[in-house]
């Protein structure tokens, strides 16, 4: 339906230029400034049912600055009587309507707010660019035709480096809803790109009014169409190589068009072409600095959550075993001793079955912040060792202390109390720990201690559980 909409606009178009023949120019002009503002309704409606708010926006903007900059046209040509004046203001707008298209392609998605504001103020900047370099060759009445030219040229830069990247971020895209803007855009951008070489290079004498305006509607007319499709947003497959190079390699869009609208502006405004050239360099630095930490950032996150378990907020087992290792090295090479204490919650599996899933992991993690608080050395490290298994590594100490503190951790679990739905009100838990300790350390591998502490809580189950027992380890050969 949207497709026949647009084809009958273009037919009235054509029939009100051969109808109205004595005022084709007036009317053709309001179907010029109604094209664009179709096409900025239809984007407005799907930016509020897209995720890709952000890309839809930006043609919304760029659609009105592009309707502006004709209605400009218009009022210099009818309301002040001076056909054949090219308003420089117009000539504004115009270019300024690629600036959010730029940066609807430079965003990445889900970016913080600090990163939007410094795309933002290169898009101020390249837009402040446009205006200094259009007003170089026009004033706000006219444009001499010297001035059309290099004007002509910015244009067709501006519209092929649109064109081009849309093309790239429409292949890259790995989601939906941005793959479906970029397709969007990707086919509006080429065939503005073309309708704009023809008006531009091959139909400058046409004046408004003429048959030669049909074909300013279709790319505005194509971009309502593909807003208003009502397909659901699927994505394709995308190389994954190919989606991380271009995600990683957007936010250079911004100060690449910078630094080409520079380098065309050198010989009119060579101090600011210089600015520019260090404002693109110093953003795209910025940005960068910026992005590197947030990587560190990300990084330092993951590096926790390989050590942590995620359930009880304790070590995991792959930090158990990394920190054992190097407890075990650190005290052969000192000669201090060092114990390790083997936990298990008692009956959990009944527990489970009677309170269920939801209780079992509270009582998981109200075990493991118990031994935790009285693990209170920086040394210690209480981890998680599988299921309801927790291990204790224990630098630095004696056997006696080794017991004080399997006892301490006996009784605080001892005198947890957790709330459940069931008629009792409130429920308890007790541990079996196993405590193995080593005086002198002479082998490279902490098996022994690991498999006697094993052993030693093995025997605290058996024998009625809810108790500290110590195991011994072999004697050195």
Known sequence: MAAVLA?????????????????????SFSFLIGAPLLAALACLRRMHRSDARVGWFALVVGMLLWA???????????????????????????????????????????????????DGALALLLGYMFFVHTFSFATLS?????????????????????????????????????????????????????????INHFATD?????????????PFLLLAVMALRDDPERGDATPRRLALAVRAGSPLILPAALLVVSAVMVKAHPHLAVVGFALATLG?????????????ERQDQLDVLTRVDALTGVANRRAFDQALQAEWSRAR???????????????????????????GDACLRAVATALSGCATRGTDVVARYGGEEFAVVVSGTTRDGALALAETMRLAVERLRLATTDPVGSVGAT???????????????????????????????????????????????
């Open 284 to 296: 795209s630095g910025l940005r960068g600095v910026v992005m590197q930490v947030r990587a560190m």
């Open 7 to 27: 084809a009958l606009y273009i037919v009235c178009h054509g029939l009100a230029l051969v109808l109205v023949p004595g005022h084709a120019q007036a009317v």
């Open 68 to 118: 502006g900059g004709m209605a400009l046209n218009m009022y210099q040509e009818i309301g002040l009587g001076t056909p054949d004046a090219t308003p420089g203001a117009s000539m504004l707008f115009y270019v300024l309507y690629g600036v959010p298209l730029t940066f609807a392609m430079a965003h990445p998605r889900h970016e913080p707010w600090y990163l939007i504001l410094i």
């Open 142 to 198: 006219d444009a001499p035709e010297p001035g059309l030219g290099s004007l002509r040229m910015m244009f067709d830069i501006e519209n092929l480096f649109i064109a081009v990247f849309a093309l790239v971020r429409y292949l890259a895209s790995e989601d939906a809803p941005r793959r479906v803007f970029f397709r969007a855009l990707t086919l509006y951008a080429w065939l503005y790109m073309a309708m704009a070489f023809y």
């Open 333 to 359: 090479r000192s000669g201090q001793g060092m114990a390790l204490l083997m936990v298990d919650i008692d009956h959990f599996k009944a527990f489970n079955d009677r309170f269920g899933h939801p209780l």
């Open 431 to 477: 541990i079996s720990i196993g405590v193995a300790h080593v005086a002198l350390i002479t082998s490279v591998d902490p098996g022994t201690l690991l498999a006697a502490t094993d052993a030693a809580l093995y025997d605290a189950k058996r024998a009625g559980r809810n108790r500290v027992v110590e195991g011994r380890l072999p004697e050195p050969r």
């Open 206 to 218: 046409a004046s408004y009014g003429g048959p030669s305006d049909l074909l300013i509607d279709l």
